[in-house]
């Protein structure tokens, strides 16, 4: 399987919580994971950030962020130029995907976790 280096954008230490769930299941699948979250913490040996840091290689960004919260960090995803981003259940973003269409990044309207079931990651 290849490495898809992900950033889980909206990251929480809550177990009950999706991007958890996602984090969890990425490093299960061998994916090299970084997160960002509004609290410091760590998930499966993964460093939840709070600042908008300078990641590298970026494959994909999965969000976990509601629409309203995702304005802060549309500069930011652009600038980590991921290969995609991820809209989870709940982050559809129109005015996000046109964004990023312009910018050459490809979006995906789909759920990380059943992607990562049905091997389509």
Avoid at 13 to 28: C, F, V
Avoid at 48 to 63: C, G
Avoid at 81 to 105: M, S, W
Wanted: with cysteine; charged share 20%.
């Amino acid at each position: 399987m290849k490495n898809k280096k992900t950033l889980v954008l909206g990251a929480s230490e809550n177990p009950a919580r999706y991007s958890n769930m996602a984090i969890n299941r990425l490093t299960g699948h061998d994916h090299s994971v970084v997160a960002i979250g509004q609290k410091e913490g760590d998930v499966a040996g993964v460093k939840i950030q709070t600042k908008q840091l300078p990641f590298t290689n970026i494959d994909t960004v999965t969000l976990y962020l509601n629409p309203q919260r995702q304005r802060d960090y549309y500069n930011y995803i652009i600038g980590l130029q991921p290969k995609r981003v991820i809209f989870n259940p709940g982050t559809e973003n129109p005015e996000l995907y046109q964004l990023l269409r312009a910018n050459g990044i490809q979006i995906e309207v789909a759920c990380t976790l059943v992607m990562l079931a049905t091997n389509q990651y």
